[in-house]
């Protein structure tokens, strides 16, 4: 990691976030987009599931339609209105073709200058083993943004190609090179990840707002220390 990151670019107006499962964004990500959409820019959310493997206590017929309301009020918390999901199995998402022909074609529609994603390496910290989800959509984010751009790739998507992505930011990595001040999205960034209500009681026997609130302020502790001690939500910032 460098010793002080950049702050992330501030001359965009649309942002489109690509991850594989609700909850993806709210585990840190969302307090920076929170201070975006305060800003005035808009900020989209493409889930490539619905999260219907993530509560072992409940089947995923049920699990999936609740983890989509879920995420949708988790969204607008940090005034986020655009949601969408696709289709995708969840804990069995192929990296391929097939995922970043969905991916190029809502990059399409969207037409983003910033396109957010969550770590795909190997590893968290390189200590937790990362999911084959997470590895497999961050990498087709990377890239489809360059497939959307090219119109001899995947030719029949309905929008026009876009090439106007000017930068793709990975959140959740261990070299981040850009940060965002999360002073003023933090509280909204807890209760956005709150609203993962039952995930979160499926997961531990904590009281979920004492969960949600130590977990996000200790990130953005941890990040801030490398961007001018204040709370902070960190990116590797790819331009293009
Ligand atoms: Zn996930």
């Known amino acids: 990691m460098t010793d002080q990151l950049e ?11 690509i ?14 987009v929170a201070t975006w959409t ?5 900020v989209s959310y493409l889930i490539a599931t619905r999260g219907e493997a993530g509560i072992d206590s409940l089947e995923p017929g049920k699990a999936g339609p609740l983890r989509e309301r879920e995420e949708r009020a988790s969204a607008a918390v ?7 999901f696709l289709d995708h199995a969840d804990g069995v998402i192929e990296y391929g073709v097939a995922l970043r022909r969905d991916l190029a074609a ?9 396109v957010l994603t969550l770590n795909y390496d190997d590893t968290w910290s390189g200590t937790y083993w990362n999911t084959p989800d997470h590895r497999a959509v961050g990498r087709a984010v990377m890239d489809a943004v360059g497939d959307a751009g090219n119109r001899w790739i995947f030719p029949d998507t309905d929008a026009a190609p876009w090439d106007g992505v000017r930068w793709i930011a990975v959140t959740g990595t261990d070299s981040p090179t850009h940060a965002t001040d999360a002073t003023d999205g933090l509280e909204r960034g807890v209760r956005s990840l709150l609203e993962h209500r039952a995930y979160i ?3 531990t026997t904590e009281d979920p707002e004492t969960y949600a609130r130590n977990l996000l302020e200790g990130f953005a502790r941890e990040q801030g220390k490398h961007f001018g001690n204040r709370p902070a939500v960190t990116f590797r910032l790819f331009p293009r």
């Open 7 to 17: 702050p992330m670019p501030d001359d965009w107006q649309r942002a489109l976030a």
């Open 19 to 32: 991850v594989a499962h609700p909850d993806d964004l709210e585990y840190g990500c969302a307090a920076a």
């Open 38 to 42: 305060d800003g005035g820019r808009e």
């Open 78 to 84: 940090v005034g986020v209105t655009n949601v969408e």
């Open 106 to 114: 809502a990059i399409r529609r969207h037409r983003p200058e910033l």
């Open 201 to 203: 009681e499926a997961l």
